[in-house]
């Protein structure tokens, strides 16, 4: 349960006790509204794969090491998630 400390309003209370009680008295302080997600991200952008995912890294190292065209598994990676769980052309 919350309740508010009110009681404590107007007490002279040491110094020591001060210190002792803030974390307590902090806690039940009115706090500001969380922001938004506007106001954390205002540019509002979408955001991309990352290039350190492991689907990534595995197509470089398939363009690399069998000469594959990197567009072409990314296409590929994308067409497949799309699609997941039906039975396409690539996941034969």
């Known amino acids: 349960m919350n309740y508010e400390i009110t009681h404590l309003?107007?007490?002279e209370l040491s110094?020591?006790?001060v210190y002792q009680l803030q974390p307590i008295i902090s806690a039940y302080r009115p706090h500001d509204v969380p922001p938004t997600k506007q106001q954390l991200d205002p540019h509002d952008k979408k955001e991309i794969e990352s290039p350190l995912s492991k689907d990534n890294i595995l197509d470089?190292?398939?363009a690399v090491?069998?000469?594959q065209d990197l567009?072409?598994?990314k296409n590929k990676r994308e067409y497949n998630k799309k699609w997941q769980g039906y039975r396409t052309w690539y996941n034969l």
């Open 15 to 17: 110094a020591p006790l």
């Open 71 to 73: 567009a072409h598994l």
């Open 65 to 67: 090491k069998y000469g």
């Open 9 to 11: 309003m107007g007490a």
């Open 60 to 62: 470089t190292y398939k």
